[in-house]
């Protein structure tokens, strides 16, 4: 039916576009509080934050998200996804006003809850819509994985990216707007509701599953226990816990004034907006080629041997920052760091849709219950963030951005054991998206 592919596609569009600008708005949030935050005891008369504090923040986002993807993701396979996607934007647009509106930290902490449930209900939605337009395409589901996390990393990246700019403007050409910038953002998270609303419909085989049994919490549970998830939850948890310490600590340090315990850490504080900026905009183009890159090449490799490459990457980015960090009075050497850490970039960038591809393969056994299923992503985020923002302030604040670096690689380690416990059923996770005729499986030597 060529009118309803058509429509498919369509909406496909919309959720990443949509997806783009809803994480480009978080991302601009979560960017503006960090320099919110840093300089809030010296430019806007609140108290003094630490790394503590910060990492609480962190972590009541994550927390939010942690304990209502799940519901959220069981209301969406009840209602539909394309309406329950909708929901998020409104929590960020009150999230986005009242940070501005004070300097209180119990308030911003709630605020960061609201964030964190504006995620909680997107995510989960999103992906179960994803796993459904997809089903039975594994081509169609590697480019639709690979373009869910662009545009999530995109989003995020670049809303970093312009908080620096937004902030603290361009020096000797712009002011920037300062806290004003929640205002802007406000009306960002407005464009997302819009595109949700208007640009996405019912996906091909909803009415379907909206009739078919649903998960309570009981039968939750049962899906739970019953499939192989938890194979991959530790490696997913490791991963992102190792990119919780750069999402947040790493930029606090950048940001925040220098410390004198750490003079020969050349990335230890007293970096501008600017500057943050034209590193985060290098970086994200980087990530953004390798998940280009690896989402071409679902049918070649298993979805396990791209998540070890990922990991070992992940290792070679971490070698290069730390030339960089102490190398870089050395131009010719800061430069090659450089580039050694772009390159563990690249390769890293393929993990994160690999591990979602896996946990959309999970999700064909349980058509009726694809958002309960994929809100599992938030789950493993946000318990993978919140590790990684309490480990990485407790580094930060002991070894700076040497012991940002070293937390990385122990944990980079640590999600490297449990991949191969999931190695052998990967099979297993795959088989009844095999058996809806998505082609030929993956070469079992790869």
Known sequence: MPGRYDSSVRSLTAVYVGTFTLRFSTGLTGGLLLFYLARMHTHFGGPRVDETTLAIMTASFYAAELVLATPFGLLSD???????????PLFGVIAAVLTWA???LAVIGGTRILEGASTAASIPSILGFIAMA?????????????????????GIGAGAVAAGILFDGIPHVWGGLHRDAFLVNAGLYTISLLIYRYGVGEPPGEREALAGEHSGWRRYGKILLSSHVWLLAPTWIAINAALGLWSSQSLFQLI???DPRFADQALMGGFVGSQIALGLGVALIVFFAGLAFWGERFKRYRRTTIIAYGIGGGAISVVGAGLVNHGASIPILAAGAGLIAAFGLFVLAGATPAALGLLADMSEAYPSDRGAIMGLYSVFLALGQIAGSFIGAQAAARAGIDGIL???LILLG?????????????????TAAEGLGSGPTRESAA
């Open 406 to 408: 070293v937390a990385t």
């Open 78 to 88: 009840r209602i539909g996804h394309h309406r329950v996607m909708q929901v998020g």
């Open 414 to 430: 640590v999600a490297l054991v449990p991949l191969g416990r999931l190695r052998p059923f990967e099979h297993v996770v795959g």
């Open 134 to 154: 997809t089903a039975g395409d594994e081509l169609l589901r590697g480019r639709a994985s690979a373009r869910f996390e662009g545009a999530t990393l995109a």
């Open 102 to 104: 004070t300097t209180n």
């Open 256 to 258: 925040r004034e220098p």
